[in-house]
């Protein structure tokens, strides 16, 4: 099975260069876009059939010399491959429509099979070379997409952000992986696995991997590059960059700190734990007061992975206690979620980017009413959003749920940090919850519902099909997942046996598909059955009550209280739906400064409201951390204007000083 | 021992600290003063109970104590004061009720973090009241520093002071002499801070303790 | 098995029943207290019939959406109404959800809820929802903390063994239970849109919050929406009834008296409640809006505080 992976990225590599060689013709578009659909159609299907067989592993005499290129296809890289092959499907699908619109496909077709390569060969690395290669390699190709419109340059800034913070995550893992490597220099994932790290050096390698992979994944205060980055590339890049390539860096988190270290004390468990709640909080609070849709997700995105740590975190914890039970709950409901926030997240970008296709904005602002010029993209978007939001009977709600009943197994943990902060992890859980769902209301009810505020959302029109296709995939997707979650749980059940050692009970032998954790009288939940309920008693409600009453409909104008206004202008804004929410919430994160504008009597000037936010985490680390490096940049300054004697005698001194050091360490 | 005693005494402790994260909440001083009232009037009952499980008659005393003057007399001397003040009435918490009271909820997790293992060996009864306690103290310190306003700051005081005597009776064994000049020291605080609104409200024309820093010397 | 299924049947047949009634019930009381006569107990039910009876008026610009809504909070209310022990624990389908699918469901409803609001495209109903959302942004995760103090205590976060386990003596008084019971108390009050979150009663544009958002609604579509709130008020009382004041409550496997017992014992403190909640809204005031963040936050604090202290010692 692993050649097959390995034939899938060597064909993708051939793909980057057909699409280099397409140039701007149709035929480049179909062909790529068509071939990675196929291709990552495969990989879906290798990825799905390893999670349940034993590990393969191969050797390939390729790179560094007498390390050679280690790969493996085990159950952990078989559940990861099986979601990248599922988002870059849909995303290729998506982009066989969407990329008719692409100004530039010259930009976007060489480097996006590559993009797909590299995070290929991150799931199937097994040594510390091929992995950080592939690492880099998924970091460049994404990189080289979100710069794919350079002109704007927001773009530009984005990407010049992303550059230095996906050059600081590689240098965290390599480091992470020289510490574990030691001296011995054991660079395969075997001679990591074997080797028994002292305590001190186990605690660095779980920093470093917290910190690199953290920050590509996007976690507080790492986060700053990905609300940039994402909204930049593509819509199709943008739902990979968000549904899979924040897996790709999760799984790079996981394979190290729960699969090479093998276990971390308790307090790298509480530090995951403070980390993803407050990733999750600060996360949906920016995405509450986002204008731009896409930009929007990108904070989303931020908070899901909060969500996803806090799981880890959680069977972090449990593991570090000998909880098995609770370590494979909670474990299997972040993968749970990170498949879930795949499917939505992906969704909801192929909606902003059909929105952004159709009206040429991705400003909330200009939109409205878009449900009834694009009804289709709009019901695959309320399902996104009802998913996002952890509601009932989609996907996120079944995962949610299952987190909550990790938290609710409360076994007896010595350790004060994690007595207090699991049940306050539990609290901003539900706090994040109730924000997305504040969230997708505004983002639903401005973009979709009302009417349209500007020219472009009235004359919009609906996607193409290749866009519907993917997008009612994936809606269809997270409805099944949701009222199927045994389904997936007991898909989990392999990795999570292959991780920790043991797994959730078998949920398909539950009667009527029931979910049961842990056992009957704790919690179970039945979303089929629920839904099927709901949508039973909604139905016979509308039949009988049309049947019993008057039974007629008739059009009129809004009633609005008796104040019937023509201009759609008077609607609730985006901003001003979010204004109670930023009010009640300053200070987490970000502070809101409003100040009115009143020009003097007889100005003819109008009044303004300037409502301006400043981000917290930017002002207070990155801004100093900026201003540091000018500085230290100022002095250095001195350096580039020597002789070339002055220089010489550097190097003279640098190379004595390696000598002497090497000499002083014999 | 789980009895039903037990639970009573942890129910009362545990109103005494639901009457304090009230006084954190109120926004108005009336509404503060009455809950100040109910405070005392909780720690009366609290009092009473144990003196009741105890079987130390001394307690009803202390009890008696609290219910006349910390439930009755104080706020009513406070009410008095804010009217003859003409006080403004909404209180000006530093930083917001809501992080307010989430800096309570840490300081009751660190008083039964740091007590609960403390008072292990201790009776059961005493041990988890104690801890409650120290969690009056020092949410009433929070108050005092949170609220800008002296008859707030008066308030979280004597709230404080609530803790303090709930954690004596808990622990069995306080003199009556001690808990009797505790109660006349604090109404002696009380009669000096009361004069001393007075004269701030005086010389200064409000009660914002605020105002009282621009005139010490030595800031320049 | 039978008896499962009938009990189940009975329950989601009086929970839909008797709602109105409450309504009326709270009403009537309301109104003596301000020395009215008021309108008569069964008013709710002749506004219903009202309702059914007229044509429905829809703005010219809503969408299926809009006209959907209705009939989806409904549901979602009515099963998690379902779910929810009146007068027996021995329901059929309680396992198909348990506390915090309960919220979650509700949570649905008011989703759906708030986007109608925004569909018509007019201010009032994006006041409304934008309002509600933040209102929910805080009674939501109080809730689900209370689910956690609750099913900590009993361990379990079905409703029915919880309900079970509290008729049990040795749970005894526990202080995160009062905490619980204080913090629910608010977040009913703020998720039924009474006083003092918001006034029932009220047409005054600025300051209502759920009836902002059902302005455009009409005919059979009011009438599903009001019967949705009048069963979400129900829903509430008997949750907090069988949480915190079981006894009466039948049993799983009960027989014939206990059942009928436990129903009038139900109807009592349905009663209980009714009256409470409108001497409480007689003698209060409705907040400003921005109070209202501190009062649901206030529930949060507590029900945060009670799971602390669950999690830190058994005891409590």
């Given at each position: 099975?692993i050649?097959l992976?390995?034939a899938a ?5 051939l793909l980057?260069?057909a699409g280099a060689a ?9 062909g790529v876009?068509g071939?990675c ?7 879906f299907g290798?990825g799905?059939?390893a999670i349940?067989n ?6 390939l005499p390729?790179?560094i ?5 280690h790969?493996?296809l085990d159950a952990l890289?078989?559940?990861f491959?099986?979601l990248?092959?599922l988002g870059a499907?849909?995303?290729s699908l ?7 619109h692409?100004?530039a496909?010259q930009r976007?077709l060489?480097?996006?099979p590559?993009f797909l390569?590299?995070?290929h060969?991150?799931l199937?690395?097994?040594d ?5 290669f592939a690492?880099?390699?998924m970091s ?5 997409l979100?710069l794919?419109?350079?002109r ?9 952000v992303?550059l230095?913070?996906a050059v ?7 480091l992470?992986?020289?510490v574990?490597a030691?001296?011995?220099g054991?660079?395969t994932f075997e001679?990591m696995r074997?080797a028994h790290?002292?305590?001190v050096?186990?605690?660095l390698v779980?920093?470093?991997a917290l910190?690199g ?5 996007g976690?507080v205060?790492?986060?700053v590059?990905?609300?940039l ?9 943008s739902?990979l960059?968000?549904g899979?390539m924040?897996k ?7 394979r190290?700190v729960f ?8 307090w790298?468990a509480?530090l ?5 709640g407050?990733?999750?909080?600060v996360?949906?609070?920016?995405a509450?007061?986002?204008r731009d849709?896409k ?7 931020v908070e899901n992975?909060?969500i996803i740590?806090?799981?880890l975190?959680l069977?972090?914890a ?6 098995a039970?609770?370590?494979a709950l ?10 879930n926030h795949t ?9 902003a980017g059909?929105?952004l296709n ?13 449900i009834k010029r694009?009804?289709?993209v709009s019901?695959a978007?309320l399902?996104?959003?009802m998913?996002?939001s ?8 079944a ?8 938290v609710?197994?409360r076994?007896e943990l010595?350790q004060w940090?994690?007595k207090?902060?699991i049940?306050?992890d539990g ?13 997708f209301?505004r983002?639903f009810?401005v973009?979709?519902l009302?009417r ?5 959302a ?8 290749w866009?519907l296709?993917?997008?009612l995939?994936?809606?269809g997707?997270s409805l099944?997942?949701?009222l199927f979650?045994g ?5 989990l ?15 398909m032998?539950d009667p009527w598909?029931?979910?049961?954790p842990?056992e009957a ?5 039945n979303?089929?059955?629920l839904f099927?309920?709901v949508?039973?008693?909604g139905?016979?409600?509308?039949v009988?009550?049309k ?8 059009r009129?104008?809004a009633?609005?209280?008796g104040?019937?206004?023509?201009t759609?202008?008077t609607?609730y804004?985006?901003?001003s739906?979010g ?6 919430y300053d ?6 400064h409003d ?6 009597p007889?100005d003819?000037r109008s009044a ?5 936010r400043?981000?917290?985490i930017w002002d207070?680390?990155?801004a100093?951390?900026g201003v540091?490096v000018g500085?230290i940049?100022?002095i250095l ?5 020597l002789?070339?004697r002055?220089?010489l005698g550097?190097v003279?001194?640098a190379?004595?000083v ?8 014999q | 021992m789980?009895g039903?005693?037990?639970?009573i005494?942890h ?10 994260f ?7 001083l009336y509404?503060?003063?009455h809950v100040?009232?109910l405070?005392a009037?909780?720690?009366?009952l609290s009092v ?5 499980i105890q079987d ?7 009890a008696a104590?609290a ?7 104080i706020p ?5 004061i804010?009217?003859r003040l003409g006080?403004?009435r ?5 930083g ?6 989430l800096?309570?909820?840490a300081l009751?997790?660190?008083s039964l973090?740091?007590?609960l ?15 409650l306690a120290?969690?009056?103290?020092l949410i009433g ?5 949170t609220r ?6 008066v308030v979280?005081f004597l ?7 709930l954690a004596?009776?808990g622990a069995?064994?306080m003199?009556l002499?001690?808990e ?5 020291s604090v ?6 801070i009361?004069?001393f609104?007075?004269?701030i409200?005086e010389r200064?024309d409000?009660i ?5 820093e ?6 320049q | 098995?039978?008896a499962?299924?009938a ?10 029943t008797l709602?109105p ?7 009537k009381v309301k ?6 006569i008021?309108?008569p107990?069964?008013?709710?039910y ?6 059914l009876?007229?044509?429905v008026?829809?703005a010219e610009n809503?969408?299926w959406?809009?006209s959907?809504?209705?009939?989806a ?6 099963v998690a109404a379902?779910?929810?022990?009146t007068?027996a624990?021995?329901l059929?389908?309680s ?5 915090i699918v309960i919220?979650?469901?509700l949570g649905?409803?008011r989703f759906i809820q708030?986007?109608a609001g ?5 201010a009032?109903?994006?006041i409304?929802?934008s309002?509600?959302v933040m209102i929910?942004?805080?009674a ?9 103090s609750v ?5 379990s976060t ?5 309900a079970e ?7 005894g008084?526990r ?7 204080v913090a629910?108390l608010i977040v ?6 009474r006083i003092p979150a ?6 005054l ?5 759920h ?6 609604y009409?005919?059979r579509?009011?009438a599903m929406?009001?019967l949705?709130?009048a069963l979400?008020l129900l829903?509430?009382?008997s949750?907090i009834?069988?949480?915190f004041?079981?006894p009466g409550?039948?049993?799983s ?6 059942l ?8 009592a403190k349905?009663?209980?409640a ?6 409480f809204?007689?003698s ?10 501190n ?7 507590l029900g945060?505080l009670?799971v ?7 005891g409590?």
């Open positions: 099975m050649t992976v390995l990225i060597g064909s993708f590599c980057a260069i397409a140039g701007r013709a149709a035929v480049g578009r179909y876009y071939g659909a196929v291709l990552s159609l495969l990989s290798v799905l059939s349940g034993p590990a393969e592993t191969l050797h390729l790179g010399p007498w390390i050679g290129m790969l493996r890289s078989g559940f491959l099986m990248l092959g499907a849909g995303a998506f982009a066989i429509g969407y990329g008719a692409e100004e496909p976007v060489p480097f996006y590559l390569a590299g995070m060969l991150v199937i690395a097994a510390a070379f091929t992995f950080q690492w880099e390699a460049l190709a994404s990189w080289a979100v794919s419109q350079h704007d340059p927001a773009n530009a800034h984005a990407g010049f992303y230095i913070m600081f995550s590689g240098l965290a893992m390599l992470g992986f020289v574990m030691g001296a011995q054991g660079f001679a074997a790290l002292p305590p050096l186990a605690a779980f920093v470093f910190i992979a953290g920050s590509k994944a976690l205060p790492l986060h590059w990905l609300p980055a994402h909204p930049a590339a593509p819509s199709h890049v739902a960059m968000s899979v924040t790709v860096a999760l799984y790079g988190f996981i190290v699969d090479l270290l093998g276990g971390v004390p308790w790298a509480t995951v734990l403070v980390l993803g407050v990733t999750a909080v996360g949906v609070l920016q509450l007061l986002a849709i930009q929007l997700l990108a904070f989303s995105t992975i909060g740590f806090v799981g975190g069977a972090l449990f593991r570090a206690n000998g909880f039970t609770g370590a909670a474990f299997t409901a972040a993968l749970f979620h990170a498949l499917l939505f997240k992906s969704l909801l970008f192929f909606g059909a929105v159709a009206t040429g904005t991705r400003d909330m602002e200009q939109l409205g009413g878009l694009m009804p289709v019901a978007m399902a996104g959003c998913a996002i952890a509601l009932p009977p989609m996907n996120g709600f995962s949610e749920w299952l987190t909550f009943q990790a609710l197994l076994p010595p940090g994690l207090l902060m049940p306050a609290a901003l859980l539900a706090l994040a919850a109730a924000l997305a769902a504040a969230c209301v983002l009810g973009a979709f009302g349209p505020r500007s020219v472009m009235a004359e919009a029109v609906e996607a193409d099909r866009t296709a993917a997008m995939g994936f809606a997707l099944l997942t949701g979650p389904v997936v749980i007991d898909l059940g392999p990795v999570s046996q292959a991780v920790l050692g043991t797994r959730m009970p078998v949920q032998t598909l029931t979910t049961i842990v009288s704790r919690g179970s939940y979303a089929l059955l099927a309920f949508a039973l008693s139905g016979l409600a509308a009988v009550v049947r019993l009453g008057h039974g007629g409909l008739r009129a104008p009633w609005d209280c104040f019937p206004d023509p759609p202008m609607q804004t985006g901003a739906f204004q109670p929410i930023k009010r009640v200070g987490l994160g970000y502070v809101a100040r009115v504008d009143m020009p003097a007889g003819t303004r409201l300037i409502s301006e400043s981000d917290l207070y680390l990155y100093p951390l540091a500085r940049a100022t300054n001195v350096l580039q204007f002789t070339i002055r220089y550097f003279f001194a190379l004595v390696l000598l002497l050091a090497l000499a002083l360490w | 789980r039903i005693s037990f639970d005494a129910m009362l402790a545990g109103f005494l600290v639901l009457a304090s009230l006084m954190l909440y109120q926004a108005r509404a503060l003063l100040l009232a405070h009037f909780v720690l009366a009473a109970w144990q003196a009741h130390a008659p001394h307690l009803y005393i202390t104590i219910l006349g003057f910390k439930a009755m007399l009513w001397a406070l009410r008095r804010v009217v006080v403004h909404e209180i000006e918490a530093v917001g009720i809501g992080l307010t009271m800096g309570g909820i009751v997790a660190l973090e740091v007590m293992p403390v008072t292990a060996q201790t009776d059961p009864v005493a041990r988890e009241d104690i801890a120290l969690s009056v103290v310190l929070l108050m005092m520093v800008r306003n002296a008859v707030s700051q979280g709230s404080l002071e609530n803790g303090i005597i004596a009776t069995r064994g003199p002499v001690v009797i000049s505790v109660a006349f109404l002696v605080a009380f009669i000096v009361g004069i609104l007075f004269r409200r200064f409000t914002d303790v605020g105002a009282l621009q005139h010490r010397g030595g800031r | 098995m039978m499962d299924l009990i189940q049947l009975v329950q989601m047949t009086l929970v839909l709602a009634l409450l309504t009326g019930l709270v009403r109104a003596r207290l301000q020395r009215r008021g309108p107990l069964l008013q709710p002749r506004d219903l019939r009202r309702l009876g007229k044509e008026v829809l809503a969408s959406l809009f959907t809504a209705p009939y909070i409904f549901a979602c209310t009515w379902a779910l929810v022990p007068f624990t021995g059929m389908f396992w198909s959800g348990d506390l919220a979650a469901l649905t409803a708030a986007l925004m569909d018509i495209g007019t009032f109903g994006g409304g929802a309002r509600e929910a942004s805080l939501e995760p109080a809730m689900i903390m209370i689910v956690f099913a900590l205590i009993a361990g079905q409703l029915s063994v919880v386990h509290m008729l049990t003596a040795h749970v008084l202080v995160s239970l009062a905490l619980a019971l629910l009913a009050l703020a998720e039924n849109a918001d006034n029932p009663a009220t047409h544009e600025l300051t209502m919050v009836e902002a958002m059902v302005l455009e009409s005919g579509h009011l929406i009001e949705g709130v979400k829903l509430y009382m949750m009834a069988c949480i004041f079981p409550l039948a049993g496997h009960a027989a014939m008296p206990a009928v017992l436990g129903a009038a014992a139900w109807l349905l009663a209980v009714g009256v409470a909640l409108a001497t809204e007689m209060i005031a409705k907040m400003r809006v921005f109070r209202l963040p009062f649901v936050g206030g529930a949060l604090m945060l009670g602390l202290l669950l999690f830190v010692s058994r409590m």
